[in-house]
């Protein structure tokens, strides 16, 4: 499975992004069977949870510090998950990468759940 993660850059504060995650796969399970999540990560810091949902798009669950901003979704026909990111803050600014859990029980909010990631986006949001 390889990720394609897109649609980051430098926005002011307040304003809205939206990141994709394209998927593609040579064989094994489809992108309709796995469960999909957003991490970001900022310099100095810790990877941190930011989104998570469902293969059939129907569960989501979200990081505390994005709860009521940030919206996932995904289209299983394009492959594609996205984040839509509202009323951006400075503190929003990392790294962003999406990831794909082959074996999804439960949607899952630690980065060692996932099994594939992407190479990241880098989101930068200016005070």
């Known amino acids: 499975v390889q990720l394609q993660a897109s649609g980051g850059g430098l926005v002011p504060a307040g304003a809205s992004l939206r990141l994709s995650c394209a998927a593609s796969?040579?064989?094994?399970?489809?992108?309709?069977?796995?469960?999909m999540g957003w991490f970001r990560q900022a310099p100095g810091q810790e990877r941190e949870f930011v989104a998570a949902i469902h293969w059939s798009g129907g569960s989501t669950v979200y990081g505390d510090s994005v709860k009521g901003r940030f919206t996932i979704s995904r289209d299983n026909s394009k492959n594609t998950v996205y984040l839509q990111m509202n009323r951006l803050k400075a503190e929003d600014t990392a790294i962003y990468y999406c990831a794909a859990d082959l074996q999804p029980l439960r949607l899952k909010t630690f980065s060692r759940g996932y099994d594939y990631w992407g190479q990241g986006t880098q989101v930068t949001v200016s005070s």
């Open positions: 796969r040579r064989s094994g399970r489809a992108f309709d069977r796995y469960a």
